[in-house]
Structure formats: C-alpha cells, structure tokens
C-alpha cells in the first residue's frame, strides 16, 4: 500500500449521553484503503513517511489495525486535522497540511515502497493529501517499474498523479465521477459521457476501469465490456470513505483472482457497508461478504464503443 500522506486524525463527537468524545486514528486515504483491505484479509504492507511527534503516533496506531507499516523517516512531522461533529456535520477545527518530501526522503519512499511490492500479490497506490506532497513523476516509476516487475497495480488517483500513473500503467483505476469533471476529463455526468471517459483512461495506461458516480451505479470497463454496478440503497450515516472502500474490495478481488464481477461485488458491497456507520473506510468483514450478495452487475446492453 503506496501512502504518501498518512495523516493523525482527531475527531469531536457528541457521546449518546450528551457528553463529549474525543477520537484518535491514523487518516489519509492510503492508510483508509489499507485499512479496509486488512478487515478484508489482506495482509497489509503499507509504506509511508513518518516524522516528528504526530509521525511516532501514526505508526503505533496504524500498527494496531493489523497492518504492517514499513516507515520512512522524515524530518517533518506528517499532516494532521481536528474536525468537531458534535454538530452532525464536519467542522474543521485546524488542519495542518502534509510536508514536501525532501529527495532523498522522496528517493527512500520509492526504494522502500518497490522493495513491498516485489514481494506482493497487488500494489495498492493511493494519492497524496496535496498536489506539492511527492513529485508526480514518482508514480510514473513506481507504476511502470512495478508493471515490469509483472505485479498488478490498483490505483485511485486523480489530478495529476493520476495522468503520471497512467503514464506508468496500472492494472486497474479506480475513480470518482466528480474527479474525472473536475479534471476535464469527462464532459458531464451523462453516462454517455463517463464511459467515453473510461475508454480514454484504458488507452492512456489503464487495463480496466472502475468509476464511483456517489449513490448512483458504478461503471466498469473490463475487456472492452462494459459493465453496471449498483449495491442496494441502504441508509448512509457518513458517505465519506466509501470510494475507498470501494477501491480496497477491487484490490482485495484482484489478489484473490476472483473473476471481475465478482471483484465488482466485493468493492460495491465493502463501499455500501462503510457508508452505514461511522468511520471512513470501516465494516465487517462478515456484514460487507453478505452484502455481495445484493449488489447487482449488469453487462449494458447499448454498444458505447
């Protein structure tokens, strides 16, 4: 699990007795994915630098959700945030952005990341926190060095990173729908739109697609096929963390060599469980393998290509 940007997050909560909570756990959406990987049972080997006194934190805690983290020293200490939701909705209290890697703290992120990767069944890539985090050009390597080495690559990415990864090439992309509109490259959310989308990702490096479109179905490119995915309309608590999760039920499929669809499954069912409670990327393993089987995959019948 490639994390550039594992954060400490703290989070105010009103308890059911009126009272005040004050939770504490590791953040960013390397370690969310990670995490949803693990409940999934993967063994997760997650890579990220750490640094100062929020970096020491982090890898205790990220330790104690059963993932084994392979940290880089930095000399700054990592990115963290306080949000209160006594409120119902996030307020942010402070955030306190993730440094720039230094070269050498960059060159060691790849060595040690490379080094996890040769030894894994699927590389796992998540974004940065901020666009100046890690040079984009370290996912350009690390995706093309990883496809040499013939170890699949599941990414979610957007922005330029992820024009970098597909520079590389990945196995799969997994993206959100307002991502691909907010980086030009879907012209709207019309489905006609998003699946010339998904064919202009494939071209550029990507060997099959996934896009998230938030309570409506998912879309697939997969062998030139295309592909509906919609998981059954449960009640969300906080949908925040569900593309993640989605993503890690897509990567968890893919280690496991499961057929596509039922990688699908697996990702929309882990996606739909996590929205239900609160906790970005969060569930049961049980709950989410049960709700697989609700969740419907349909081949579209109209030719997009």
Known sequence: MFAPSPLL????????????????????????IGRMASIL??????????????????????GREGITVHPVSSASDNGSYVHDRRGGEREVVVE???PTLTRHETDDLFSASLGAGMSADVAIIGGPHCDDAVPTELYTRLCADLSALKIPVVADL?????????EGGVSLL??????LIEDGRAASEDLDDLIA??????????????ISRAADPAI?????????????????VDHRGAGDSMTAGLAVGYADGLPFEQALRLGAAAGAVNVTRRG?????????????????????EKDHT
Not at 41 to 62: A, K, R, T
Not at 174 to 179: F, I, L, T, W
Not at 283 to 299: A, F, L, P
């Open 9 to 32: 997050t703290v989070t105010i909560e009103k308890a059911p007795s009126g009272s005040t909570e004050l939770h504490v756990h590791p953040g960013g959406q390397g370690f969310w």
């Open 41 to 62: 049972g993967m063994d997760v080997h997650l890579c990220g630098p750490f640094g100062g006194e929020s970096g020491g934190i982090l890898v205790d805690l990220i």
């Open 96 to 98: 306190v952005e993730p």
């Open 158 to 166: 957007s922005g330029p990173t992820l024009t970098a990864a597909l």
């Open 174 to 179: 997994k993206v959100s729908h307002e991502d």
């Open 197 to 210: 989308a998904m064919h202009s990702l494939h071209k550029e490096g990507a060997g099959s697609v996934v």
């Open 220 to 236: 697939a490119l997969h062998d030139g096929g295309v592909w509906e995915v919609e998981a059954p309309p449960v009640q969300s």
């Open 280 to 300: 970005l990327a969060t569930g049961q393993r049980h709950s989410i393998e049960k709700m697989t089987e609700n969740v419907q995959v349909r081949r579209l």
